[in-house]
């Protein structure tokens, strides 16, 4: 994720990481330092680069399931090729995106 971030504009600052977790500050334009938390399973799939920069991806095998399930639980999703995104506000502060393989 730092790797994206940079590649995004975005100034980051590693504070540390292991194969589990990772803790940054990064630097938005016309915004305040923030700290990002991450915190997951190791990420089996790379990042997908948003207009606002890197969104946490994971992959599924049937996207329709998926979908329906986050759906009937109450969340929002939106499109994207090959799957759907849940923005930040819904997921828990970590906005995720689910693609198909």
């Not at 049937?62 to 759907?84: C, H, Q, Y």
């Not at 930040?88 to 693609?99: D, E, K, P, V, Y």
């Amino acid at each position: 994720m730092p790797t994206c971030y940079s590649a995004a504009g975005l100034e980051v600052e590693v504070l540390a990481g292991d194969d589990r977790k990772g803790h940054l500050y990064v630097t938005f334009p016309a915004a305040d330092r923030q700290r990002v938390d991450l915190l997951k399973e190791p990420l089996n799939f790379p990042p997908v680069m948003m207009s606002f920069g890197p969104v946490v991806s994971v992959t599924v095998r049937d996207v329709s399931a998926a979908r329906a399930l986050v759906e009937g639980n109450g969340f929002t999703v939106r499109e994207l090729p090959g799957g759907f995104f849940v923005g930040a506000g819904q997921a828990r502060g970590a906005a995720i995106a689910f693609l198909e393989v």
